[in-house]
């Protein structure tokens, strides 16, 4: 494949809907494609860009090929539609949302893909979670573990790209960009 994956992760909580949709057209300016994910999730999730689908449905949908990348999480089904495959044959290059327990399926399948996690300070994040409203104090908590014991494993796993988004989004877009750029292959520059 000629294009390359832009392999975006986080805690739930850290901004990552909000990051790509700031980065949104400075993306398109370096032929950068953004590839929505399909999740068992309603799609009128509060700040969740993504194609809501049934259990039933993603089963179908899983079945019949249609994911590029699919993982569980949390108690939900994400899968990255084909297409991405096809952007990426064409020499584009797609940023998808991913999962950090996903990475290394991913790089298996796209060596060459680019690692980004973006992080946010535990006391940031545990205000991000309550403010929108979508899980428990006890859904919280357990993000908040995961998250921990993500940072305790991340020496021994692939190599990330760390941008943090604690503080300004115009900072963190910033960052992401630069990050691509200085990423880029010879002929992407």
């Not at 994956?5 to 993306?27: F, H, N, T, V, W």
């Amino acid at each position: 494949m000629d294009g390359r994956l832009i392999y975006l992760m986080g805690p739930s909580g850290s901004g990552k809907d909000s990051l790509i949709e700031a980065a949104r057209e400075p993306l398109r300016a370096r032929h950068c494609e953004i590839m929505r994910r399909v999740i068992t999730r309603s799609a009128e999730s509060v700040g969740e860009d993504a194609i809501g689908v049934t259990p039933e449905e993603f089963e179908r949908r899983q079945c019949a090929g249609e994911f590029s990348l699919a993982w569980q999480a949390n108690g939900l089904a994400y899968g990255i539609p084909g297409e991405m495959d096809e952007w990426l044959r064409a020499g584009r290059d797609v940023l998808v949302n991913g999962s950090r327990a996903n990475l290394r399926q991913a790089m298996e399948s796209y060596p060459t893909l680019l690692p980004v996690l973006l992080t946010v300070k535990d006391e940031v994040l545990r205000e991000r979670l309550l403010r929108r409203g979508r899980e428990t104090l006890e859904q919280i908590d357990a993000r908040l573990a995961r998250n921990a014991l993500f940072k305790d494993r991340r020496s021994s796993d692939a190599p990330v790209h760390l941008i943090d988004n604690s503080g300004d989004l115009t900072a963190a877009v910033h960052q992401l960009l630069e990050l691509i750029r200085l990423n880029a292959t010879p002929d992407q520059t």
